[in-house]
């Protein structure tokens, strides 16, 4: 497949750009700085050269997304703010801009397919309470998890076939294991009451959705 992805430079997206190269896919990886680019490794990135192409882009910019995605079969969005947020939360307001941005983009591209990195936040974990509204959760991840909520409202009303993908409460760099659960709305907790998921393996749930789709129109979460 041809693939296009947003935000490949950070955590998510590195991890996303080498599992989708990983497995044969022709990727555009789209950044606004190229210098920053890298897959962990000049061999690995130089392995991987003929099926590669960085580019710069603007996922604010329903143009600039237009432009770069025409001609693609799917396009992944690992777009935002990281963890900046906590110092500046107006950042926050970048995701669901990118959400207007891409669907707006991705339509005049007619190009159909839309794969969203998204936040844990909005999943529920007892009946009306979603986890950013629990008492204890973070105040400072509370702005981002508070827009990843909002974007997955302007996705449900997209005449797209997205798929918006939460991932654990937490989400960091970890062991590429290929073992984890996959749910839906609900977050998902391990036998001690963990939820946690390693980039690496997000990847490979985030990959095999885009390579055959099961949750089209819909949101879906992954653990262990």
Do not use: C
């Amino acid at each position: 497949m041809k693939l296009a992805l947003f935000g490949a430079n950070g955590m998510a997206g590195t991890q996303i750009a080498k599992e989708a190269l990983m497995r044969g896919h022709e990727l555009t990886a789209i950044v606004r700085d190229p210098a920053r680019f890298s897959l962990s490794g000049d061999s690995l990135q130089d392995s991987f050269a003929s099926r590669l192409t960085v580019v710069v882009g603007n996922v604010l910019d329903p143009i600039s997304v237009a432009k770069i995605v025409k001609g693609h079969d799917a396009v992944i969005s690992a777009a935002g703010p990281g963890n900046t947020t906590a110092n500046n939360p107006d950042l926050a307001l970048i995701i669901p801009q990118a959400a207007h941005s891409l669907i707006a983009g991705l339509t005049a591209a007619g190009v159909n397919r839309l794969v969203v990195v998204g936040g844990a936040g909005s999943l529920f974990v007892a009946p009306g309470m979603q986890l950013v509204d629990t008492p204890d959760f973070p105040v400072q991840y509370r702005p981002a998890s508070l827009a990843h909520r909002e974007a997955l409202g302007i996705y449900e009303k997209a005449d797209l076939d997205w798929t918006f993908i939460s991932p654990a409460a937490i989400f960091m760099s970890g062991d590429r294991t290929g073992k984890f659960r996959v749910g839906t709305d609900e977050l998902l907790v391990d036998e001690h009451g963990e939820s946690r998921i390693s980039a690496e393996d997000y990847a490979i749930a985030l990959l095999d959705e885009v390579e055959k789709p099961q949750y089209i129109r819909r949101r879906m979460t992954v653990a262990y």
